[in-house]
């Protein structure tokens, strides 16, 4: 019995060492079996002179041919080992079942590095790669996500794709451009009406430049130019637009009657605290004819007060040299303290002083920007006047109605 136990384990051994002799004579050429192959091969050629030499050339570039293989599946078998891909996954036996690598290695602080999106991975298949960065697993090249900036603005698509073409194809095919004098215009551009703009004109227009219909980029600015001169904007019409339908928006002169755009009109502001810009509604050309009387209203007003009251305010507000008028220019709530007086006498009838702007400007088409407007009055004293001038009429009201009671009214004893 114990015979046939070794004579199996014999033959088991036998067995075994065949299998590995066949398994070396299937596997690709070692470098002997081509060192053999190439002896064989010169043996059977002819024996003359250059046979040798033939030989040897043969062989050694059968040589090179192998070891050329073996670098390459050398080099080949490093890159995969060493790409970022595999570099990312921390390579099998460091990572766990979820992903991180689980083989402290060093110490220093870690760090979470995710695959980059350029990687073609399978979103459930990402897996996140905790490094120690100690030198023995440096982290690749161009893993660390880009950081998003906080806190960025989220802006319309319309404000930001700059493609207005849907638009404007609707405004030149639904709206015709002209103004009151027949003269007609072609469109250039338009683009969304910023809302700073829009806010402005809602001053008088509260309904047409909706705050969301500003932020949502619903109202357009159209650059336009006269037909005879097509490549000069010299005019800008606003309209609003839904995607489907489009409409002008505009609004009546106060003075001339005249349909302008609003952007056509004068825009104002007063002294702090209620300095904001707003619109009046009025255009230019109508303005210069206020510029050229208010400035001898507002004497006549000064020099013929209907009660005392009024007087005192008058000579307490001071000179008036800039452009005023209570319908186009709407004194703030918070102002209205100081431009009005009770006239008790007159069945507590209001009494509206002068209030005259800070500042006058008005938008111009052609270069997209303000233009600035001298809000000084026809006959008014210039910038570097206004004091004496001033003591000039104080002068002359002390020596008509007496110092003492002037005085009392500019102190509000009185």
Request: a negative charge; glycine letters at 8%; charged letters at 30%.
């Amino acid at each position: 019995m114990q015979s046939n136990r070794q004579d199996t384990r014999a033959r088991s051994r036998s067995g075994s060492r065949e299998r590995r002799s066949g398994s070396r004579e299937n596997s690709p050429r070692s470098l002997a079996s081509i060192k053999a192959q190439a002896i064989a091969a010169s043996a059977s050629s002819n024996d003359n002179s250059n046979s040798s030499f033939s030989k040897n050339i043969t062989s050694s570039q059968t040589l090179n041919q192998s070891q050329q293989q073996q670098q390459s599946s050398t080099t080949s078998a490093s890159n995969r080992t060493n790409s970022p891909l595999n570099s990312a996954r921390g390579l099998s036996s460091g990572i766990s079942s979820t992903g991180t690598f689980s083989k402290s290695a060093g110490s220093g602080e870690k760090r979470i590095v995710t695959t980059p999106e350029d990687i073609s991975i399978p979103d459930n298949k990402r897996r996140k790669v905790e490094y120690v960065p100690d030198g023995k697993l440096p982290i690749p090249d161009g893993l660390l996500p880009p950081k998003s900036p906080k806190n960025s603005p989220r802006i319309s698509p319309k404000m930001t794709t700059g493609d207005f073409s849907a638009a404007k194809a609707s405004f030149e095919a639904n709206l015709t451009l002209e103004d009151d004098d027949g003269n007609q215009y072609c469109i250039v551009s338009c683009e969304p009406l910023s809302v700073e703009r829009g806010l402005v004109y809602a001053s008088v227009d509260a309904e047409s430049f909706d705050k969301e219909k500003l932020s949502s980029g619903g109202i357009y600015s159209i650059s336009a130019a006269n037909k005879e001169d097509p490549e000069t904007v010299c005019k800008e019409f606003i309209a609003s637009y839904d995607g489907e339908n489009c409409e002008l928006i505009t609004r009546d002169c106060e003075i001339t009657c005249q349909c302008c755009s609003h952007s056509e009109m004068i825009e104002y502001r007063f002294e702090d605290p209620c300095g904001e810009w707003q619109l009046a509604p009025v255009c230019q050309e109508a303005l210069q004819g206020y510029i050229d009387y208010k400035f001898k209203a507002w004497r006549q007003q000064l020099d013929n007060p209907s009660c005392e009251a009024e007087f005192r305010r008058l000579l307490q507000n001071g000179l008036v040299a800039k452009i005023y008028d209570r319908m186009l220019f709407k004194t703030p709530e918070g102002l209205k303290g100081k431009y009005e007086v009770i006239d008790e006498k007159n069945n507590n009838k209001v009494i509206h002083l002068p209030h005259p702007v800070t500042e006058l400007r008005i938008w111009n088409a052609g270069k997209k920007g303000y233009d600035t407007m001298d809000p000084r009055l026809t006959g008014a004293p210039g910038d570097g006047e206004e004091e004496s001038y001033w003591e000039g009429v104080l002068k002359s009201f002390r020596d008509e109605r007496g110092a003492e009671y002037i005085d009392g009214l500019l102190e509000g004893k009185r």
